[in-house]
């Protein structure tokens, strides 16, 4: 079947046609179903390419904050969202004993972004806030579905001229992101911006939770509750 009639089966009303709520129940069904096998597909692609690249990323979010550095985050629309999530995990920890880390969401200031992108362009709202609040030592992550964000080619190129580490989940080919030299890229490959943003989720997700067992092992806390047990049992997600 076309890509044309299958979109048509699925969705005749916007056609101009009218389908029995039987067969729109059965067709939905199905796409749900289809939508979910090819999330377990790109999830299980992306872990299996990734793993070794996901625990460098950590152990190198781990050092900013051992050498008493802080993590800034960016993104764009949806992902501007993903930003400020993984800010607020490090900030706000939801495993009882681990604790609070500095993080900075350069998405949430709306007078300095509206600011920047009415005055210099929207191109400049990320790279004028590293900076102001990047210092050498510290981490930059940013997401981006396609990769080719300038906001955030920017303030990635700034990041590094100042001692900065970068860490840029992408989809896609990768973009930009994926060719400039990042300390680490993730990348997603697939053309589902959908699917993109559910695994950058669980990779950050990942991310955190390998932090906090570097910075115990760093501790020495040997004589107390593993990191990872204690995920699974105080605590859940926000």
Known sequence: MSSDATLKS??????????????????????VRQKAAHHVSVFDDFFARNAETLAAAA???????????????????????????????????????????????LTSEVAMLTAVGNDVGMDHIYVRQVLAQGREGDCLIGLSTSGNSDNLVRAFRKARE?????????????GKMATMGLNHCLTVETDSVHRIQEVHLAAY??????????????????GSMDPIKKSNGLGGPA
């Not at 100042?162 to 990768?174: L, Q």
């Open 59 to 105: 152990e190198t979010v781990a050092e900013t904050y051992r050498q008493g550095g802080r993590l800034l985050t960016m993104g764009n629309g949806g992902s501007s969202c993903d930003a400020a999530h993984v800010a607020v995990e490090f900030q706000h920890p939801v495993t009882a004993g681990r604790p609070a880390l500095p993080a900075i969401n």
């Open 162 to 174: 100042m001692g900065i580490a970068t860490i840029g989940f992408s989809g896609m080919s990768g």
């Open 205 to 222: 997700h990942m991310i955190w939770d390998l932090v906090h067992t570097l910075l115990a092992d760093s501790r020495g806390a040997s």
């Open 10 to 31: 699925l969705y005749p009303f916007l056609h101009g046609d009218k389908q029995d709520a039987a067969a729109m129940t059965d067709a939905l069904v199905e796409s």
